[in-house]
């Protein structure tokens, strides 16, 4: 059997009245600070979010200007615009040329148009996904990114506009755009400003317009910048450069390649007839 001590159970003596003040004194020093700590935490984590958002906001817009660029389709990555006798593009083909597709290759491909207009672009892409099955779509889009005044009745009168994407995966070899029957995707809002430079490998820069390049119906690189407005109010400007996948070819050597086995095929022939000649003067 347990024995208790009755003395220590049986005592009158306590706290005193100054050790309970400085117990809680210290007690409200180390809830202060936790306070604080904690507070700091919260505040930070709030800041670094709306700092993420905004950099989220632009990485996605980029991303998904990658992923349409990065697979943009043009027969002239491997052949070249068919050609009259005098050298201009010819009219007359295997496919009627239109709005859409005003070319075609050597081996009869429509060439789509691209179009640019201050901040927009226009192109075909490979990039389409086929959501169901046994639907009149391929692997084929047309994708329209247009800069617009923001739609918002907030809208930021410092950084009015917004950055939309239209795609139509349906009947891409149609005659005419039917953009005004998509509804568009916003990518990105309070855009100050938004500037679209093509590459061109002739003069080894971006040039603000298509018309500067060497063929306006042929990409291989673009550069975008875009000047955004945070949720602080700052004016940040992002630049970013897409290239398309596909690997450079100088398609003109196809004609000297053509040219040469042409001329063998000539120097061929009159060997040929050259030799039935001679044996038959011998017979």
């Known amino acids: 059997m347990i024995k208790f001590n009755d003395k220590i159970f049986n005592t009158n003596t306590g706290f005193t009245l100054l050790e309970i003040m400085i117990a809680i004194t210290l007690l409200s020093f180390l809830m202060m600070g936790v306070y604080f700590i904690t507070d700091n935490s919260v505040t930070t984590k709030d800041m670094v979010t709306l700092q993420d958002n905004d950099k989220l906001q632009i990485e996605s817009a980029f991303s998904r200007i990658q992923s349409d660029f990065s697979l943009i389709y043009s027969p002239l990555f491997f052949t070249e615009i068919k050609k009259n006798k005098n050298g201009k593009d010819s009219d007359t083909a295997t496919y009627e040329t239109n709005k859409k597709f005003p070319a075609v290759s050597k081996n009869g491909l429509p060439i789509p148009v691209i179009e640019n207009e201050k901040s927009?672009?226009?192109?075909l892409t490979c990039a389409n996904k086929r959501k169901r099955a046994n639907s009149k779509q391929s692997n084929y889009a047309w994708v329209y990114y247009k800069l617009?005044?923001?739609t918002d009745e907030n809208a930021n009168a410092k950084a009015p506009n917004e950055l939309t994407r239209y795609?139509?995966?349906?009947?891409?070899y149609?005659?005419?755009f039917n953009f005004d029957k998509y509804k568009p995707a916003v990518l990105l809002k309070n855009i100050v400003d938004m500037e679209i430079s093509f590459w061109s490998k002739k003069n080894e820069k971006f040039e603000s317009s298509l018309e500067s390049i060497d063929n306006k119906l042929f990409l291989q690189s673009i550069k975008i910048v875009i000047e955004n407005m945070d949720s602080k109010g700052l004016v940040n400007k992002y630049e970013r450069i897409f290239r398309a996948i596909?690997?450079?070819y100088d398609s003109s050597d196809d004609d000297v390649d053509?040219?040469?086995?042409?001329i063998h095929n000539i120097n061929n022939n009159i060997n040929n007839n050259e030799e039935n000649n001679?044996?038959?003067e011998d017979y």
């Open 120 to 123: 927009d672009l226009i192109f």
């Open 148 to 150: 617009r005044a923001n």
């Open 174 to 176: 149609s005659k005419e």
């Open 258 to 262: 053509t040219k040469k086995k042409n």
């Open 278 to 280: 001679t044996d038959g």
């Open 246 to 248: 596909h690997p450079y």
């Open 167 to 172: 795609f139509l995966p349906e009947d891409p």
